[in-house]
Nanobody, 129 residues
């Protein structure tokens, strides 16, 4: 069974920074493409950023490009999301997600919730104005 545990959320003022982490256990982390999603109250879960198995490919939603950076450390089984210049509209519960990927698709990044098999419990990010 694969388990994902997020951490690093909190309350920050607009313009501030946070770094989210997601530790994955249960199977070889390097077999998974990973993603970050977020869900604000009353809204659907939305894609934030994704990264391929090896980390060589990334993708971002337009709303976070230039402010958020996704990365992974396969030796530590950990996914990161560095967030700078945070805005009140970034307030949401942030979830990490994992999906196993065959070798032939090792460069692929997945951007929709339905493409992911495993999810963390989420971590709250609140940005005050």
């Amino acid at each position: 069974q694969v388990q994902l545990v997020e951490s690093g959320g909190g309350l920050v003022q607009a313009g501030g920074s946070l770094r989210l982490s997601c530790v994955v256990s249960g199977r070889a982390f390097s077999l998974y493409a990973m993603g970050w999603f977020r869900q604000a109250p009353g809204k659907e879960r939305e894609f934030v950023a994704g990264i391929s198995r090896t980390g060589g490919s990334t993708s971002y939603d337009d709303s976070v490009k230039g402010r958020f950076t996704i990365s992974r450390d396969n030796a530590k089984n950990t996914l990161y999301l560095q967030m700078i210049n945070l805005k009140p509209e970034d307030t949401a519960v942030y979830y990490c997600a994992a999906t196993p990927v065959r070798d032939i698709l090792h460069r692929r990044v997945f951007t929709t919730p339905g493409e992911y098999n495993y999810w963390g419990q989420g971590t709250q990010v609140t940005v005050s104005s």
